[in-house]
C-alpha cells in the first residue's frame, strides 16, 4: 500500500468556505506551533489567568477561564472534548477576513458578520437549498433579507483567502471580532501561515484507501461547512494544490464528543 505524506494545515485541510473560528485538533496542524511555549502548553490557551485575582462573575462560555487579563479580551481557542485538553495553541486565529465570493482577494476588514459585497463582483450565490444554508434559513434565498448570501459558503471554491494556512490574525492588521494574534517567536499578527509555519510532524500515518480519522474543534459558529484536503510535502502549499485532493468522507455518520 502506498502511504501519504502531506502536508497539514488548518485552512487548507479543513475548507476555508466554514465561517468560523476552529481548529484541527487530530491529526495535529502546523498552526498549533505555539503549543510549545508556556501560555498554551498542555492544552492550556492564552489569554487565561491560573489562579484568577478577578474573577467575572457567573459563567461566561465565551471566557471559560473565568478571568480577563490585563489588556486582553479574555479570548482564546481554548477546547475539551470532557476528557482531555486540546492542544490546539492559536491554531483558530489562522484565517482569513474580510472575503466574499467573486473577489480576487480578501480586505482583510471587519466582517463579523459580514453582509455586504465587499468588492462589488456582483457573483449570485450558488449555494440557496435551505437545508445546506446553515444560517438565516428560513427567508428566501436570494433576496434583501438573505443578508449572508455574499460569504463563502454559499458559493464553495469562489472566495479568495489570504493564504492556503491563513493568515495570522485573519488579516494585516487587528480588527473587531477575534481577528488577533498574539506575537510569538513564531509568528505575528499578518503573516502568512504558508511562509512562517515549520513543518509539524505527527507520527501519524495514513494509508491509501483506508479509513482515516479527523478531529475539528469549533471556537465560533458562523454557519457554513467545510472539507479536507492534502497537498503532497513536495509541492507549494497553495489553493491549487489542495483542490487537486480533496478527501471522500467515509460515511454520513459524524460524532460529537
Known amino acids: ?51 484568577c485575582s478577578d474573577p467575572i462573575p457567573g459563567w461566561n462560555p465565551q471566557i471559560p477561564s473565568g478571568c480577563v487579563p490585563n489588556g486582553t479580551d479574555g479570548w482564546g481557542c481554548n477546547c475539551a472534548n470532557g476528557t482531555e485538553p486540546c492542544d490546539v495553541a492559536q491554531s483558530c ?5 474580510g472575503c466574499t465570493i467573486g473577489c480576487e ?31 438565516n434559513r428560513d427567508v428566501e434565498a436570494l433576496s ?11 458559493a464553495p471554491g469562489f472566495a479568495p483567502v489570504f493564504d492556503s494556512c491563513g493568515m495570522a490574525g ?9 481577528a ?32 482515516a480519522t479527523a478531529k475539528w474543534s469549533i471556537r465560533a459558529n458562523h454557519g457554513g461547512g467545510y472539507q479536507y484536503r492534502l497537498c503532497p510535502a513536495n509541492e507549494t502549499l497553495n489553493e491549487e494544490c489542495f483542490m487537486k485532493t480533496p478527501l471522500t468522507w467515509a460515511s454520513t455518520l459524524q460524532v460529537l464528543e
Open 105 to 135: 482577494t480578501c480586505d482583510g476588514g471587519p466582517s463579523n458578520p459580514n453582509t455586504e459585497d465587499r468588492c462589488g463582483s456582483g457573483m449570485v450565490a450558488t449555494v440557496n437549498d435551505p437545508l445546506l444554508r446553515t444560517y
Open 1 to 51: 500500500s502506498r502511504k501519504m505524506f502531506s502536508r497539514l494545515c488548518i485552512a487548507a485541510v479543513v475548507l476555508s468556505q466554514a465561517e468560523a473560528h476552529m481548529s484541527l485538533v487530530l491529526p495535529p496542524s502546523r498552526n498549533a506551533v505555539d503549543r510549545v511555549l508556556p501560555p498554551w502548553q498542555n492544552g492550556k490557551w492564552w489569554p487565561y489567568e491560573p489562579n
Open 170 to 178: 485573519g488579516g494585516p492588521k487587528e480588527m473587531p471580532g477575534e
Open 180 to 211: 488577533k494574534y498574539t506575537e510569538t517567536q513564531f509568528a505575528k499578527q499578518g503573516d502568512l501561515g504558508s511562509q512562517v509555519l515549520p513543518a509539524a510532524p505527527t507520527g501519524i500515518t495514513w494509508t491509501r484507501g483506508e479509513t
Open 93 to 97: 486565529f489562522w484565517f482569513s477576513q
Open 144 to 154: 434583501e433579507d438573505d443578508v449572508y448570501r455574499f460569504n463563502p459558503w454559499r
